[in-house]
């Protein structure tokens, strides 16, 4: 039997998930929680745990999107994890898309944002992931063969009227990787013309053909 580490109590319940018997008995567990969120509430103790934590995440990156990614596929867990998003953009709604609008303004929260667009349909294929930088090195790409933004497909320029989409040339649809070596900068009507279909059939169906240089 399993005794308290404060009281040494028996401690009699268990953790609902993992079956295992607590550590802490049930006065103890409501005394503990008190305590870490008042210790935690603390201004010298905030800032270290921050940081802390600030450095253990950069030093593990890959260990804690694995870890995040667990998590979410337990039932329980994720679950519980898009309740808690649902509850907190209901309570923060307002707040929540000014933020978001604030970012959308900045250089790089337009590349963010073009990249976890990207992604989340590039997720649903398992067709690789894409960055900030990616993004930024498709327009470098871009502007260092076209003198100002136009679509690769038609070579009309983009407008407010004409927006620009990222493209990927083989869709991710037909096994197209979600690369930088296979996202093209178009505007709106052709990329929402093309669909999933062939860059070379779509191409040809337009006013005026003109050949993309894939190598380029």
């Not at 950069?58 to 808690?84: E, M």
Request: with cysteine; proline share 4%; aromatic share 6%.
């Amino acid at each position: 039997m399993t005794k308290c580490l404060r009281c040494s109590r028996a401690v009699t319940t268990t953790n609902k998930r993992t079956g295992k018997p607590y550590i802490w008995c049930d006065a103890c567990r409501k005394w503990k929680a008190t305590y870490d969120k008042e210790y935690r509430s603390r201004p010298d103790v905030a800032d270290k745990l921050r940081e802390t934590g600030l450095q253990r995440r950069r030093k593990n990156v890959t260990k804690k999107a694995d870890y995040d990614k667990a998590r979410r596929a337990d039932p329980h867990i994720g679950q519980k994890i898009r309740r808690k998003k649902r509850e907190h953009y209901a309570q923060n709604r307002e707040e929540i898309r000014e933020r978001q609008n604030r970012r959308s303004l900045t250089p790089a929260g337009r590349l963010a944002i073009a990249a976890s667009s990207t992604n989340r349909r590039a997720r649903l294929k398992e067709a690789g992931t894409l960055t900030s930088q990616d993004i930024e090195n498709v327009y470098v790409r871009h502007y260092t063969t076209f003198s100002s933004l136009t679509c690769e497909y038609c070579r009309m320029p983009i407008t407010e009227d004409r927006p620009h989409h990222l493209d990927h040339v083989v869709p991710l649809a037909k096994g197209g990787a979600n690369s930088v070596d296979n996202i093209r900068v178009v505007c709106a009507p052709c990329n929402l013309r093309k669909k999933a279909l062939d860059l070379c059939v779509f191409l040809r169906r337009l006013p005026e053909y003109f050949r993309l240089d894939l190598r380029s």
